[in-house]
């Protein structure tokens, strides 16, 4: 059986963490920022954005029951 690689929920919180980051470095660039600082901001806000979605999703129950907490 071929299981993937990622769950549907870690794809979709990496999507939207990747989408953060592409976001603010576009902002950044309109702003008129210079283009390594604006991979930097876009870096940056992607590392923020991973926790952020990763608590706001909400975890399947079946992944619920299986957690010992």
Partial sequence: MRRS?????????LLLAVLTGIGAGVLARLAGSPAAECVLYGVGALGAAVPFFDR??????????????
């Fill in 5 to 13: 690689l990622l769950t549907m929920r870690s794809a979709l919180v």
């Fill in 56 to 69: 706001l999703i909400a975890v399947p129950a079946e992944e619920q029951s299986e957690s010992p907490s």
